[in-house]
């Protein structure tokens, strides 16, 4: 395995498995397990998501040089996965809409992506700190408000699946308290998305979309 002491974060449009006959090569490669958490969803774009998250820790622990055989992955008593063959590698994902999203390194992390949106000021008037409340309000204009919102949320999300913390204990914790005590980065994607990713240690963060080609190589599999 490469000693990489960076975080890395994957992102991916998983508009290409859209196509039934992508979709289906990529699933039967799938492990039983990932199978059986895309079958669990009712709704054809969450299984999308699904199996681009599953390609997408692929390609993110190879580049790590650990190959497919040694990603054996268990769940914490949390929900959170983990590696049970490599105990400091530490990875999270995320996905949102039509983007998912993973991040992989040497420090306990957690990542959340979010499709901005009309921002839900009645949730952060409700759950955020005052400060965080403030910063939103003091926004110039309704879209940098709404994106303001997303920052805020993502950054609390990332930091609640760093920490392994119920979300409801984290939404009250003001953002600068987070920064404080984690390592954290916030980045817009394609425009509409908002990504933040929280790591325990101090460390650099790289970002890095796979694109098409990337996944077909990957999966040894070429388009017709």
């Keep these: ?4 002491s960076s975080a890395k974060v994957l992102f991916l449009d998983s508009t290409v498995f859209t196509n039934q006959k992508i979709f289906l090569e990529y699933y039967s490669k ?22 681009a ?6 390609l993110a622990l190879e580049k790590f ?13 949390t929900g959170k996965p983990y590696l049970t063959d490599y105990k400091d590698l530490f990875f999270n994902l995320s996905h949102s809409e039509k983007i998912a999203s993973c991040v992989i390194g040497s420090s306990v992390n957690g ?35 709404d994106f303001r919102f997303y920052e805020c949320w993502t950054l609390k999300e990332a930091f609640c699946k760093m920490c392994e913390t119920p979300l409801d204990k984290i939404l009250p914790l003001p953002v600068s308290e987070i920064k404080q005590n984690s390592n954290c ?40």
């Design 1 to 4: 395995m490469k000693d990489n």
């Design 185 to 224: 980065f916030t980045k817009i994607l394609k425009e509409n998305y908002v990504l933040s990713v929280c790591t325990k240690k101090d460390e650099s963060i790289s970002f890095e979309e796979i694109k098409l080609t990337d996944w077909y190589y990957a999966l040894d599999f070429s388009p017709s």
């Design 65 to 77: 040089d650990i190959p497919e055989k040694n990603q054996k992955i268990k769940n914490a008593k």
């Design 53 to 58: 998250a599953s390609v997408l820790l692929k």
């Design 111 to 145: 990542i959340d992506i979010e499709l901005v949106k009309t921002s839900r000021i009645k949730m952060a008037e409700r759950f955020f700190s005052k400060d965080d409340t403030d910063y939103i309000f003091n926004a110039h204009t309704d879209s940098e408000k």
């Design 30 to 51: 799938a492990s039983s397990e990932r199978k059986q958490k895309i079958d669990s969803y009712s709704l054809k774009k969450d299984k999308i998501l699904s199996l």
